[in-house]
């Protein structure tokens, strides 16, 4: 399942992904029973496995990160084992726990869908940096003008409890100050984003009128 | 050039998740303690001052009054220098001239009559904590913003704008957004005089006038 910033690889978008590097989420319980062998897979494909991490670099230098998803009840944590190490999410565990929000891709394997993907991205770890927010305030503008993605988007947020609906309202905005104060705004990997100011302020915009119809 | 990318292990990402956990627990108590100001600052989007047009620093050789004074035809005052023109305080410590322009002729004339340096000043920082002379900050646009017009004449941003610009100033300051609210006597819910209306309609508004 691509996740993160990749996930902007998962559906049509004119955002730039801006980092080149893919994380991938995979069950955890299949990491803790083929660890060994998704290693050794990865590594006969030419990618090499840094040791103790869940991070392969290719054969072009293309790196990705395996990461975990299980049971949200369990919260954020460590799994899978010595072998391979990923680290499981909270809130990435919760949303991969509903199938529709995500989606098959042609080539194959899942993406998260652009709804799941801007609500992943505001409420995943609330206090991340700030490319994460970017990336979400911007597909929410180029999308802002479809009517299902907007459902689609405010049905997700209505699932998330009222605080961290907070969080997430005060880490949007955090991000757009962010970029308006520094014109080379420097968040690591965000760099790019500092010409889309414009629409990063409509996205916030319309971020804000759909929490306001959930009264959050 | 070697590689000097880090590639963490999941317990090292679990801690980094931890720091960022207990700095988000910093926050909401932050947010706890500020009360409902907080919810209704949070629902700002910022607008930057600086980043409206081309932003010019100009030293002030002459008293800040004279030269907002000088402004007044050409000038729509914004951010710090709205708010005291429209209510009497301000919310930076520093006082300077923020406003907008339509080109460099009102800037020219300031500096001809020997109220501003002829030349630019390299410190265009808006909140600057080092310090240095007093300057104008002049962001020169291709139109001016809608204004309102205030005691003495003078045209300063709308009501709703300089909230925005305050955000976009400072950032999210419960204890500065509390002053804009009650200086422009935007009712709050569970004030103690609060009235029916949740704002009070701004005075009519002004079109850009370049």
Not at chain 1, 46 to 72: K, M, Y
Not at chain 1, 174 to 179: P, T
Not at chain 2, 44 to 56: A, D, I, M
Request: include cysteine; hydrophobic fraction near 40%; aromatic fraction near 6%.
């Amino acid at each position: 399942m691509l996740v993160g910033s990749s996930g902007l690889f998962g559906f049509e978008t004119q955002v730039p992904a801006l980092t080149e590097d893919i994380d991938i989420a995979v069950p955890e319980a299949t990491v803790a029973r083929h660890g060994r062998e998704i290693v050794e897979a990865l590594q006969a494909q030419g990618f090499e496995h840094q040791p103790g991490t869940a991070s392969f670099i290719g054969p072009e230098n293309a790196v990705f990160d395996l990461l975990g998803h299980g049971e949200a009840e369990e919260g954020d944590h460590a799994g899978g084992t010595d072998a391979l190490r990923v680290m499981v999410f909270e809130d990435l565990s919760r949303l991969l726990a509903t199938p529709q929000t995500t989606m098959e891709l042609p080539s194959g394997g899942r993406a998260l869908r652009p709804a799941s993907f801007v609500v992943v991205s505001l409420a995943e770890r609330a206090h991340k940096g700030a490319k994460d927010k970017l990336q979400a305030l911007l597909v929410l503008a180029e999308r802002g003008e479809d009517e299902a993605f907007e459902a689609e988007v405010g049905g997700l947020l209505a699932g998330v409890d009222p605080e961290r609906l907070a969080d997430l309202r005060a880490a949007a905005q955090a991000a757009v100050f962010s970029l308006q104060k520094d014109p080379t705004f420097s968040d690591a990997g965000a760099e790019g984003y500092s010409s889309m100011r414009h629409q990063a302020e409509v996205g916030l915009e319309r971020l804000s009128a759909l929490l306001e119809r959930l009264n959050a | 050039m070697p590689d000097v990318r880090k590639f963490l292990t999941a317990d090292e990402r679990l801690k980094e998740l931890q720091r960022d956990r207990k700095a988000l627990r910093r926050e909401r108590m932050i947010r706890e303690v500020a009360g409902p100001v907080w919810h209704r600052m949070v629902r700002v989007v910022p607008l930057s001052f600086e980043g409206q047009g081309r932003l010019v620093a100009r030293v002030l050789l002459a008293s800040r009054e004279d030269v907002i004074e000088a402004l007044r035809p050409d000038a729509v005052f914004a951010v710090d220098t709205a708010m005291r023109l429209a209510h009497g305080a301000g919310f930076l410590a520093i006082q300077e001239v923020q406003a907008y322009l339509v080109g460099e002729e009102p800037l020219n004339r300031l500096a001809t009559a020997g109220l501003i340096s002829s030349d630019d000043y390299f410190d265009s920082i808006v909140v600057r904590p080092w310090p240095g002379p007093t300057r104008l900050l002049a962001c020169l646009v291709d139109e001016l913003p809608p204004s309102r017009e205030v005691q003495g004449g003078y045209r300063v941003v709308t009501r709703e704008r300089l909230g925005r610009e305050l955000v976009g100033t400072v950032g999210p300051r419960a204890d500065l957004f509390v002053l804009y609210e009650k200086v422009e006597g935007i009712e709050t819910p569970g004030a103690p005089e609060s009235r029916t209306a949740s704002s009070p309609p701004d005075p009519p508004e002004r079109r850009p006038r370049s």
